[in-house]
């Protein structure tokens, strides 16, 4: 049960665009927010964070907490997303783990056999206070404006953990998954356990929506995703099932096992909401999950960087798409670049607020004529 001081229990954000989408009611005016709007592309980030490692910042709570808040003042979207890393827990927990400037999350030393798993130590309590203060700073701060928590997906934790490191395959921790699942079942328990308690210390915190988030689920087969991960991705979850705040599943490059993710490969309760990468028309996105659920995204990061007209039209494509769905929440297809200009996602979001709720933009008709000039974009204009 959420304390009641909690935003959703007191009512500060329960009536939010965000959480209305997550819960299925479409807002008046369509929510967008953008994974990773709290970081790399905005000049105020990058001179907070000169002279502190990326782990250093994620564990100083008043540092969290400003750069959490960055994106909201500028661009006016419609949450936070807290800034944290997915390997922030595991570190919690006492694993070796640095991120290392152009390769991402490095480990002292791999996680590979029985005894390697066995080995690994418990997330206590005590060692989440840093992330609790971080969230209360924040959720104080933010008003009505709702806060996500979000942890990394037991699959993804595990392939950092097998390999050591960035992988583009994941070869080492998909033949533990066949070669030994007994010892990668028990990998990914300990991954779940440590992910679920991070989500949930943020939520107790003050986090009013929770999204686990799987990286590298696109090198899975469905089999292998529905039969030796999505019941671990299911445990995770379900760390913030009795708190009762929305809950958002997504994955890169997740197509083929996206209906699966909304259920959770049948595991556990359903999420509320699915996210969907750039590769999915989101029309047909919304067939696969089906109409109970919200979708999210799913505008292409590489739009970013585009002349405002194709990247005017794209949007509006994905509105009229996402107009399918029970509701909607604009979003990226993953993250955003580090080199885009962040006016251009402050017009982004001056254009979604601009199209209502997101329905009437019919059969495509409404796109224009190639220009990608439309009516009523706001400020969104030259």
């Not at 990058?46 to 907490?65: I, K, N």
Request: proline share 7%; net charge negative.
């Amino acid at each position: 049960m959420l304390p009641a001081t909690h935003p959703l229990s007191d009512g500060r954000t329960a009536g939010s665009r965000l959480v209305r989408a997550l819960r299925g009611d479409r807002p008046e005016t369509l929510p967008v927010w953008f994974m990773r709007q709290a970081g790399r592309s905005l000049p105020e980030y990058r001179e907070l964070r000169v002279g502190t490692a990326m782990l250093d910042a994620c564990l100083d709570p008043a540092l969290a907490s400003e750069i959490t808040l960055q994106p909201v003042r500028r661009h006016g979207v419609d949450a936070g997303i807290f800034f944290s890393d997915i390997v922030v827990p595991i570190k919690l927990a006492g694993v070796d783990v640095e991120i290392v400037p152009g390769r991402g999350p490095v480990l002292g030393a791999p996680v590979r056999s029985a005894a390697d798993v066995d080995a690994l130590g418990r997330l206590e309590p005590e060692a989440l206070a840093p992330i609790t203060e971080a969230v209360a700073r924040t959720v104080a701060e933010l008003g009505s404006t709702p806060l996500i928590g979000f942890a990394g997906a037991p699959f993804t934790l595990a392939a950092y953990l097998v390999e050591g490191g960035p992988s583009k395959d994941h070869i080492r921790a998909r033949t533990m998954m066949h070669a030994d699942p007994e010892t990668w079942s028990r990998l990914l328990d300990w991954a779940a356990d440590v992910s679920g308690a991070f989500l949930r210390a943020q939520v107790l915190a003050g986090a009013s929506a929770a999204q686990l988030f799987d990286s590298w689920v696109g090198s899975l087969s469905r089999a292998d995703y529905v039969g030796r991960v999505a019941p671990h991705s299911a445990r995770a979850l379900g760390h913030v099932t009795d708190l009762g705040v929305p809950r958002i599943h997504f994955g890169v490059g997740s197509g083929e096992v996206l209906a699966d993710m909304a259920t959770v490969g049948g595991h556990g309760d359903a999420v509320d909401a699915v996210g969907v990468d750039w590769r999915l028309p989101l029309d047909e996105a919304v067939q696969r999950v089906g109409a109970a659920r919200t979708v999210q995204g799913n505008i292409d990061p590489a739009m970013l960087a585009a002349p405002w007209a194709v990247l005017e039209a794209h949007v509006r494509d994905v509105v009229r798409r996402g107009g399918t769905a029970r509701a909607h929440v604009v979003n990226l297809g993953h993250g955003v670049p580090p080199e885009t200009d962040p006016t251009v996602l402050t017009r982004v979001v001056e254009l979604v607020h601009s199209l209502g709720d997101g329905t009437g933009l019919g059969d495509g008709t409404g796109l224009g004529d190639g220009s990608g000039r439309a009516a009523a974009t706001g400020s969104a204009g030259a």
